[in-house]
């Protein structure tokens, strides 16, 4: 990418929000440019088996973000592999400033840099990331065969975690705060028909123990939430899947945020406060979070930034014709 480049609409992020915007600005002969950030394709990179992607009783994630990434390019989206470290919407045209050092003005943004993994913020989870403390089943299971692993959390992500960590674990305990899971009943059945998972209810980690040489996990010490008993239970991988958190640093101090970080849109569209700056999917949504519902939201924004510049450049031919009225000759009588 050249150091400076103009384009109508920037998609900042690549998952099914961002890459569905690209197909829908494409479409509308709007010559989009999609930057797609540290992770291409988003979380559904980090994901085995989807079987709730309409058309496909079973696609596995990281196909699907390939194909939808094919998708935009064949449209004419131009998708760069750059990070944007900077915007700046307090003018138009915005401008985007990357990790290459590539600046990218545009009369219309499309925010869609989805939701990260979130951690429990304690210091032995610190100590311990890439060292047997792990947010990515898929990335790192495979390093758990025959061993006992232990995996955090109540929703979706949790339960498909454990599901998955089967195939490698000699067992997989999933550790709950609260005596009711989050996640889908077709996922429940599958954890409870699973005789490697054993599921402790009302417990949280109160830390994550382990040598510093080699580096590695050794056990868990775990409160008891209703009684305050700690035990501690052996394992050597400790997965996290406690839900996410939007990736809104880039905007956090120029839109209004809300439900601990997600990008306030008008309710029923994908505009922001700022005139020309749309956001979609995990980073504006804190209710739905599916695949499908991002992708709903990228065709919503890609539809709202075309009204959006259509109504600025008719204001601007508008700007263009009105002196010529002045100097009109006047009707003859
Ligand atoms: P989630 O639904 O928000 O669930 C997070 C879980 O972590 C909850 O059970 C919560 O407990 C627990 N938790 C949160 N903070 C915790 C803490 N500090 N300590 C211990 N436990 C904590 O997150 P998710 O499972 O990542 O799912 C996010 C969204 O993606 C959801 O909308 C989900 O449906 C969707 N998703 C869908 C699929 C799919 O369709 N196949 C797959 C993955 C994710 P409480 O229940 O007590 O609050």
Not at 16 to 27: D, I, L, N, Q
Not at 243 to 264: F, I, R, T
Request: hydrophobic share 40%; glycine share 10%.
């Amino acid at each position: 990418m050249s150091d400076t480049q103009h384009t109508r609409v920037l998609i900042v992020g690549s998952g099914p929000a961002g890459y569905t915007a690209g197909v829908y600005a494409a479409r509308a002969m709007l010559e989009p440019m999609l930057i797609q950030g540290i992770e291409p394709g988003g979380q559904l990179t980090t994901t085995t088996e989807v079987e709730n992607w309409p058309g496909d009783t079973e696609v596995q994630g990281p196909d699907l973000m390939v194909r939808m990434e094919s998708h935009a390019r064949a449209m004419g989206c131009n998708i760069v592999h750059d990070i944007v470290t900077d915007l700046d919407l307090s003018k138009r045209p915005f401008t985007a400033t990357c990790d290459s050092g590539a600046v990218v003005t545009a009369d219309a943004i499309i925010l869609a840099t989805g939701a990260r993994a979130k951690w429990l913020g304690l210091p032995s989870e610190d100590a311990f990331k890439g060292f047997g403390v792990s947010a990515c089943a898929t990335c790192d299971g495979f390093f758990y065969r025959g061993q006992e692993i232990i995996v955090v959390g109540g929703g979706n992500t949790a339960v498909e975690e454990a599901l998955f960590l089967t195939n490698f674990a000699s067992k997989v305990t999933l550790v709950h705060r609260r005596d009711e899971l989050r996640a889908e009943a077709i996922l429940q059945n599958r954890l409870k028909k699973n005789p490697k998972i054993e599921t402790l209810w009302f417990h949280q980690i109160e830390e994550i123990r382990g040598t510093d040489s080699p580096k590695g996990v050794e056990s868990v010490a775990l409160k008891n939430v209703q009684t305050g008993e700690i035990t501690e239970l052996p394992a050597k991988g400790v997965f996290i899947a406690i839900g996410h958190a939007p990736a809104s640093e880039l905007v956090k101090d120029q839109l209004d945020l809300h439900h601990g970080g997600y990008v306030k849109v008008e309710p029923g569209t994908t505009r922001t406060a700022i005139p020309g700056v749309f956001a979609a999917g995990d980073l504006t949504d804190h209710v739905y979070r599916q695949a499908v519902t991002s992708a709903g939201m990228g065709c919503m924004a890609a539809l709202d930034a075309e009204r959006f510049l259509a109504e600025h450049d008719q204001a601007v031919r508008d700007t263009v014709t009105e002196p010529l009225g002045y100097g009109a000759e006047e009707p003859a009588e």
